[in-house]
T-cell receptor, first 118, second 115 residues
Framework: KNQVEQSPQSLIILEGKNCTLQ??????????LRWYKQDTGRGPVSLTI?????NTKSNGRYTATLDADTKQSSLHITASQLSDSASYIC?????????????????FGGGTRVLVKP | KAGVTQTPRYLIKTRGQQVTLSCSPI?????VSWYQQTPGQGLQFLFE???????NKGNFPGRFSGRQFSNSRSEMNVSTLELGDSALYLC??????????????FGQGTRLTVV
């Protein structure tokens, strides 16, 4: 069964500090892994998307890593800001037949809720 | 370029009623996917439509159905509403191509409350 596990479930950090979120997955065959940021009551917004051959990708203060061998990913937030308070969701997409992504049938992690305090 | 538009933003319905939610994808996007988000279950995939055809389906009962029109706009219908259907319903649009880097863009969601 395809699964995506995220840790921690929640964390509180002080403004200006760094933090790292973890994502472990068992989705197979793997197509890509995405990190989304979701503010309360709003739709998720894409931060990064990585395929099998990519092991790091940055988007401003957000840096995602991917280890396809261990099936682990991390999202590092540098110099956190109050606006980083949100849920961060790890999403993994499986390949369909002949290597094509299985449409948009994604497997979602439960998310990590981040609260940045001044 | 306009984003993904979902209407209405909020809905209150009573048990047993039916509801229709609408999603207008980004111009040029042919794939629309629907998701249910609840505090207990997180985000769960409902179904995906591509060029007016259902391409993928999640594990939801038949009370949940959808369709896509020729202009790629999509509707989702839930019949015989239950209290447990209360959730944030999100749709995402994408080009629908088979590239692994195909990006999916989410709408703001429709918050459905069943009383």
């Amino acid at each position: 069964k395809n699964q995506v596990e995220q840790s921690p479930q929640s964390l509180i950090i002080l403004e200006g500090k760094n933090c790292t979120l973890q994502c472990n997955y068992t989705v197979s065959p793997f197509s890509n892994l995405r990190w989304y940021k979701q503010d309360t009551g709003r739709g998720p917004v894409s931060l990064t998307i990585m395929t099998f051959s990519e092991n790091t990708k940055s988007n401003g203060r957000y840096t995602a890593t991917l280890d396809a061998d261990t099936k682990q990913s991390s999202l590092h937030i540098t110099a956190s800001q109050l606006s980083d308070s949100a849920s961060y969701i790890c999403v993994v997409s499986a390949s369909g037949r002949f290597g094509s992504p299985a449409g948009n049938k994604l497997t979602f992690g439960g998310g990590t809720r981040v609260l940045v305090k001044p | 370029k306009a984003g993904v538009t979902q209407t209405p933003r909020y809905l209150i319905k009573t048990r047993g009623q039916q509801v229709t939610l609408s999603c207008s994808p980004i111009s040029g996007h042919r794939s629309v996917s629907w998701y249910q988000q609840t505090p207990g279950q997180g985000l769960q995939f409902l179904f995906e439509y591509f060029s007016e055809t259902q391409r993928n389906k999640g594990n939801f009962p038949g009370r949940f159905s959808g369709r896509q029109f020729s202009n790629s706009r999509s509707e989702m219908n839930v019949s015989t509403l239950e209290l447990g259907d209360s959730a944030l319903y999100l749709c995402a649009s994408s080009l629908g191509s088979y590239s692994p880097n195909t990006e999916a863009f989410f709408g703001q969601g429709t918050r459905l409350t069943v009383v």
